[in-house]
Nanobody, 124 residues
Framework: QVQLVDSGGGLVQAGDSLRLSCTASGRTSTTSPTVWFRQAPGKDRDFVAAIRLGGQITNYADSVKGRFTVSRDNAKNTVYLQMNSLKPEDTGVYYC?????????????????WGQGTQVAGAA
């Protein structure tokens, strides 16, 4: 089993930056992917970014390429999602997820382990 705790959400305005964290414990492995999804109200969880193999392989949704960067600190078992130039459509609940086996998939159903979610909300 793997336990994931995600954090770092907050109130943002267009153009802001924010860094999310996902810390894993339990039977972790750098060969397993860690993936970020986001979910807007009333919508499915959409793939945002992924990382595996200790950070050698990364993958991004087209909507965030060039603005978001996923990285990991293996010593801390933590994956980060640095989000720059935030847009209103980037708001939602962000979840980190992982799976027991290798492979990066963009569908949420492929993932076995989930964080509790961290909210990125637009400031009024």
């Amino acid at each position: 089993q793997v336990q994931l705790v995600d954090s770092g959400g907050g109130l943002v305005q267009a153009g802001d930056s924010l860094r999310l964290s996902c810390t894993a414990s339990g039977r972790t492995s750098t060969t397993s992917p860690t993936v970020w999804f986001r979910q807007a109200p009333g919508k499915d969880r959409d793939f945002v970014a992924a990382i595996r193999l200790g950070g050698q392989i990364t993958n991004y949704a087209d909507s965030v390429k060039g603005r978001f960067t996923v990285s990991r600190d293996n010593a801390k078992n933590t994956v980060y999602l640095q989000m720059n130039s935030l847009k209103p459509e980037d708001t939602g609940v962000y979840y980190c997820a992982s799976r027991a086996t290798q492979g990066i998939y963009r569908s949420a159903v492929e993932y076995d382990f989930w964080g509790q979610g961290t909210q990125v909300a637009g400031a009024a």
